[in-house]
């Protein structure tokens, strides 16, 4: 079935340094990738969708500056969360969705915890 | 309003029980339905679709309401296994909104 990594799976940060995620769909081709952001016992939230080649439509109130998206190509996309702050440590996950399958394929989530 | 609203629970029950989740949404121009697992600190995984007929995968069964925008999901026959937290998802055709999740606890 459809895959995708996401790495790291979990990282710790000084507060003002920038950290990326990515993730890669290892055997089909993401053309609309999402991000979605969830702290402890609430739902996940979407942050961003991404079409290949296209700039990333940001959820309201998500700043674009801040969470950085690039999907540059079919199998990969990343998101960089700059100038981390302890209020941005959560857990990141990345969903895939290709042209052919109907479902959406998660990664296995970053937990980013900013010190 | 949530978009997709559960009780969060949570639901303690014993090996065995049946038990429901229940769920409605906001958006009735929404297309697709879905109920995901979420072990803690992990991705969700996709339990069931769910269509207005109704339908069972072994122990689960989930129903769609579309005029009361009303979703549920019956497991019976609860193992300790299906403890974790389930998540209703609906989908306008293009992003999942997802539902903060109701946590199922079963206990031996």
């Known amino acids: 079935g459809a895959v995708v990594s996401q790495h790291p799976s979990w990282v710790i940060c000084k507060s003002g340094t920038s950290v990326k995620i990515e993730c890669r769909s290892l055997?089909?081709?993401?053309?609309?990738m999402f991000w979605y952001r969830q702290f402890p016992k609430q739902s996940l939230m979407l942050m961003a969708t991404?079409?290949?080649?296209?700039?990333?439509?940001?959820e309201q109130g998500v700043e674009k500056d801040k969470f950085l998206i690039n999907h540059a190509s079919l199998t990969l996309s990343t998101l960089t969360v700059t100038s981390a702050h302890p209020e941005d440590s959560s857990f990141y996950i990345c969903s895939a969705r290709g042209q052919v399958a109907y479902g959406y394929t998660f990664g296995s989530g970053t937990r980013l915890t900013v010190v | 309003r949530k978009e997709v609203e559960q009780d969060p629970g949570p639901f303690n029950v014993p090996e065995g029980a049946t038990v429901a989740f229940n769920c409605t949404y906001s958006n009735s121009a929404s297309q697709s339905f879905f109920w995901y697992r979420q072990d803690c600190r992990k991705e969700p995984k996709l339990l069931m679709s769910?269509?207005?007929s109704g339908n069972e995968d072994g122990r689960f069964t989930a129903q769609l309401n579309r005029a009361s925008q009303y979703i549920s999901l019956l497991i019976r026959d609860s193992k300790l296994s299906d403890s974790a937290t389930y998540l209703c998802v609906v989908s306008d055709g293009n992003k999942l909104v997802f539902g903060a999740g109701t946590i199922l606890r079963v206990k031996s």
């Open positions: 991404s079409n290949e080649g296209s700039k990333a439509t940001y």
């Open positions: 055997d089909f081709q993401a053309t609309t």
């Open positions: 769910v269509y207005s």
